[in-house]
C-alpha cells in the first residue's frame, strides 16, 4: 500500500492524460492486413522538419492556374465614355460636315441632305436646320435625321414635291438685259512706249472684228495674237479630270523646275563663302 502523501501526485498525473487516452482510443480504427503490410513495409522518417511558426506568415501558397489569372481584374475594368448621342438639336443651325449624332449601331438613318460615316455616325451636307422625322412612306419604322433650307419648313417632303438643293446660294431677282447701243464709241486711252494703241475699235459686233461692250479696255496687239492661232488652228486643251498623265508630266516639270532653283541657291551661297 501507497502512502497518501505518494498517492496525490499520480492521481493528478492520470486525470491530466485521462481524455488524451480516451480520444485516442476512440479515434483508433481496425486496419486491414494489406494496410498492415503496407504500412511497415513504408520508410517512416524519424524526424520530420518542422516549420517554425514564425515564418508561417510569410509563406506563400497558390492554388490558380495560368488561365484564371485575368479573371481577378474582370469586374474592375471602367473605361471612358465615348461621347455617344445628339450632338445638335432640332432646328439648330448646321454647316457641311459638323456631326449631328453619334451612335453604335443604325438607331437613326441619314435623311435628306445628311449622311452616314463607317462608325454610324450622322452628319451634315448641306448647310441648314436640323429636323428629326419618321416617314412611313420610305420605311414604316426607322427614324430619320435631316437638313431643311428654311427654318419653318417639315420634313418628310411629299414623294411628287420637286426636289430642293440649296447650294450656298441666295435667290435674288432676275435682272432685265440692257439692249446695247451700237453708236457709242469706246474712248482711247492713249499710246504706250510700243506704240500700240488701246481701246481704238468701236463697240460693235462685225463678222470678223473685235466683239466688245461700250467702255472696255484692252489691247489690240493681244487681240491680233489670240486671232493668229484661231486661224492656225491653235486653242487649248479642255481640262480633263481623268487625264492622269497630263497630270504626272505637270508634276514631273514642277519638280524639275524646284530642283533646278535648289541648285542655284546653293550655288549662290558657295560663291558668297568662297569670297
Not at 54 to 75: D, E, I, K
Amino acid at each position: 500500500m501507497l502512502q497518501p502523501r505518494l498517492l496525490a501526485p499520480l492521481r493528478g498525473l492520470e486525470r491530466a492524460f485521462a481524455p488524451s487516452l480516451r480520444s485516442a482510443q476512440q479515434a483508433y480504427q481496425p486496419q486491414s492486413l494489406f494496410q498492415r503490410t503496407l504500412s511497415a513495409n513504408m520508410a517512416i522518417p524519424k524526424a520530420m522538419p518542422s516549420i517554425s511558426s514564425s515564418l508561417l506568415p510569410f509563406s506563400q501558397v497558390r492554388f490558380a492556374s495560368h488561365a484564371s489569372q485575368g479573371t481577378a481584374n474582370r469586374h474592375s475594368r471602367d473605361p471612358a465614355g465615348k461621347r455617344l448621342g445628339a450632338k445638335r438639336t432640332g432646328g439648330e443651325y448646321v454647316v457641311p460636315g459638323c456631326i449631328i449624332f453619334k451612335q453604335r449601331g443604325s438607331k437613326w438613318f441619314p435623311g435628306e441632305n445628311c449622311a452616314m460615316g463607317r462608325d454610324h455616325t450622322i452628319y451634315a451636307t448641306q448647310a441648314g436646320y436640323v429636323r428629326y422625322y419618321l416617314d412611313p412612306e420610305r420605311h414604316p419604322e426607322r427614324r430619320y435625321i435631316g437638313i431643311v433650307f428654311d427654318k419653318n419648313e417639315k420634313l418628310p417632303h411629299p414623294r411628287n414635291a420637286p426636289s430642293r438643293r440649296k447650294l450656298n446660294m441666295v435667290a435674288t431677282p432676275r435682272a432685265e438685259p440692257v439692249d446695247m447701243q451700237p453708236d457709242l464709241k469706246v474712248s482711247v486711252a492713249g499710246v504706250n512706249a510700243g506704240n500700240t494703241q488701246v481701246a481704238s475699235v468701236e463697240a460693235v459686233n462685225t463678222e470678223d472684228g473685235p466683239q466688245l461692250r461700250p467702255g472696255y479696255m484692252y489691247r489690240e496687239a493681244n487681240w491680233i495674237i489670240g486671232r493668229a492661232a484661231e486661224k492656225a488652228g491653235i486653242f487649248a486643251k479642255p481640262y480633263d479630270r481623268g487625264n492622269r498623265w497630263l497630270a504626272w508630266r505637270k508634276r514631273q516639270a514642277r519638280a524639275e523646275r524646284a530642283a533646278q532653283m535648289k541648285s542655284l541657291k546653293n550655288k549662290k551661297k558657295a560663291s558668297k563663302k568662297a569670297k
